[in-house]
């Protein structure tokens, strides 16, 4: 039975669970995961570009460079003591600014 929890998500029988990973529904991979790969296929491709319509400034990334930036920002969250299923929150600003210092 869904169940939805505010707060701390929607969580599933075990039945559930079992269920639709036996059948392949849900593969045991995260989202980041997907990226990974992504990233490992087109490296030197664009994958994102961060305009700031005030200062007309661009920034571009390859795939590498921000899988490079995610793998320091997660290093330095396991720094701090963050663990798998912590919640962490961050407000970013508009704009590349935030990634180029990583």
Known sequence: ??????????????ERLESMTRGGGWP????????????KDRSDKTYVIAHRADTGTRHSFTFAQFDA???????????????????????????????RPL
């Open 1 to 14: 039975m869904l169940r939805s929890h505010v707060g701390r998500g929607v969580s599933f029988s075990r």
């Open 69 to 99: 930036i995610v793998d320091r920002v997660a290093a330095g969250l396991a720094r701090c003591g963050i663990v798998s299923g912590d919640v962490v929150s961050y407000q970013l600003p508009n704009g590349g600014s935030f990634w």
């Open 28 to 39: 045991n991979r995260c989202l980041i995961d997907y990226f990974h790969d992504q990233a």
